[in-house]
């Protein structure tokens, strides 16, 4: 029997056609939305939530759940549950230089050469077609 895949959440924050992304230097790098696991007392907005305080000293709100991709790591497999967010309190600054050493605002474009250079995280790749739409809007939030 497979082990059962394990569940991870992440927030994607677009501000002026740019989406935030991290530098995750854990295991070589790896380009992704901040994020992370769930503790067990926690909801999934929740998680986000501390995330994003965790990684880039932020406060953000959580929008609406994006949807659910699947990812390789080289912790294992996970299921991604992606939420769009916006900061509500504070700037991106690099909270965790061991694990996160730096962060972007990235266009489009730019993340397509990031997922050419094979460093954009599996469900990213995944949830990209999905992304696409809301990153080209003026303002994704109603």
Known sequence: MAPMKREMSA??????????????????????????????DETWERSVEREFEEELGVKVRVVMLLGVYDTHSPEGEFSVHLYISEITEGEPMVMEPDKIPGFGWYTIAEIEMIKARGELVPNMVEALEDIRPLMEKKDPFP
Do not use: A, F, M
């Open 11 to 40: 927030g994607l924050v677009i501000r002026g056609g740019r989406l935030l992304l991290v530098h995750n230097s854990k295991h070589g790098l790896r380009i992704e939305p901040p994020g992370g696991k769930k503790e067990p």
